[in-house]
């Protein structure tokens, strides 16, 4: 093999594994068990979620939510019901998020559904935040978009060192909503801006010290965990802290290890504190080091619309109300739908995908 084809093909797979990433946001194929999709269950004191497709990361479909969003109502007004407990299927993935192919294929076929998904979604995401019951996600796993919207606005997020944490939608012409422009602008610094406009992976325990979890326990003892939780005899929220607070204690896992982005947040800070894209571009640019480059060459990949949108978004939020923040990214779903960039993102991972792994995706006409 001559040294340029070689060449060509480690930068074709250098292009898959982050196009992977996103990929990871979308729905593999159509075949579902609508009965199977999501569990509802009363275990002990809890009400329990499992998203239940893991075979595709358990992303959520229209019908999943809808079906939470009722089972949450109910279980909030049930007086034997104390807590509430999510988590995803198998070991791979919480929840790795929506249902984005199929809101592709419906831009020219089913215009409510665009509309009615957003929305449900964005009421569910309301609906956990001001939830009267301690509601805690268990995000092992892959844990992005639509994911992030169901744990995040939780009291309670727990991560483990298999926990992988990204909002890659300026990649595929979107932008980082179910509430990202409430929540990433008020992490420390800019790092909300940097992941949101970079769609950067935190991975482990860095999940838990960006502040994406507030408990890190070591993926073995998460079984165990959830086990005591449901032991629980009509327990306070002080209660449930204490429980997950002794398990996160005795974690040790990378327990020393510092923060993946501790030696670089002075400059993102100073890179993304900035009312332009443009400038942002500019910072990366005259810094020149090999990750401010390496940020550059991430973000040049990413939709220019989204990468606005999403400055926008984030600067707007910092200072809304959740609900407030909601009802602005519905409008800018909606917009986006309507738009160019999110299809033809779509389009692009789903040929990329097609490229490398043929049988991941059942091909169609494009």
Not at 95 to 122: H, P, V
Not at 251 to 273: A, G, R, V, Y
């Amino acid at each position: 093999m001559g040294l340029q084809r070689l060449c060509r093909l480690m930068s074709r797979f250098n292009s898959y594994k982050r196009t992977n990433i996103i990929l990871q946001h979308l729905k593999m194929s159509n075949h579902t068990d609508a009965a199977a999709e999501v569990l509802l269950e009363r275990k002990g004191c809890a009400g329990v979620i499992t998203l239940n497709r893991p075979r595709f990361l358990n992303t959520l479909t229209l019908g999943m939510i809808r079906q939470i969003y009722a089972q949450l109502k109910k279980w909030e007004q049930d007086p034997k019901t104390f807590l509430i407990i999510i988590k995803g299927a198998g070991e791979k993935a919480f929840c790795a998020g929506g249902d984005i192919r199929a809101l592709s294929e419906a831009r020219n076929t089913n215009q409510k559904m665009l509309q009615d998904l957003f929305r449900e979604e964005y009421i569910l995401n309301n609906a956990i935040d001001s939830c009267q019951k301690p509601y805690i996600a268990l995000i092992h796993g892959i844990t992005m978009g639509g994911g992030v919207g169901v744990s995040v606005h939780g009291q309670f997020r727990v991560a483990t060192e298999k926990s992988v944490f990204a909002m890659p939608e300026t990649a595929i012409g979107l932008f980082p909503d179910v509430g990202g422009g409430y929540f990433l602008p008020r992490l420390q610094g800019k790092l909300g801006y940097f992941l949101a406009l970079t769609g950067f992976r935190l991975k482990g325990r860095d999940v838990y010290t960006a502040g994406i979890a507030t408990h890190f326990v070591d993926f073995e003892k998460l079984g165990m965990l959830e086990e005591d939780l449901l032991a629980l005899k009509s327990p306070s929220k002080e209660n449930i802290a204490d429980v997950l607070e002794t398990y996160h204690a005795k974690s040790k896992t990378d327990q020393d290890k510092p923060f993946i982005l501790e030696e670089h947040m002075d400059k993102i800070n100073s890179w993304f504190s900035t009312n332009t894209v443009e400038q942002i571009v500019d910072n990366l640019q005259q810094d020149g080091s090999s990750f401010a480059l390496e940020q550059l060459k991430v973000i040049k990949k990413m939709s220019p619309t989204s990468l606005k949108i999403t400055l926008r978004q984030l600067m707007e939020g910092s200072s809304k109300t959740l609900p407030e923040v909601l009802i602005m990214e519905y409008r800018l779903s909606q917009a986006c739908m309507k738009g160019h960039d999110f299809h033809e993102g779509v389009r692009a991972a789903l040929r990329s995908l097609l490229f490398f792994c043929p049988a991941l995706v059942k091909p169609r006409p494009w």
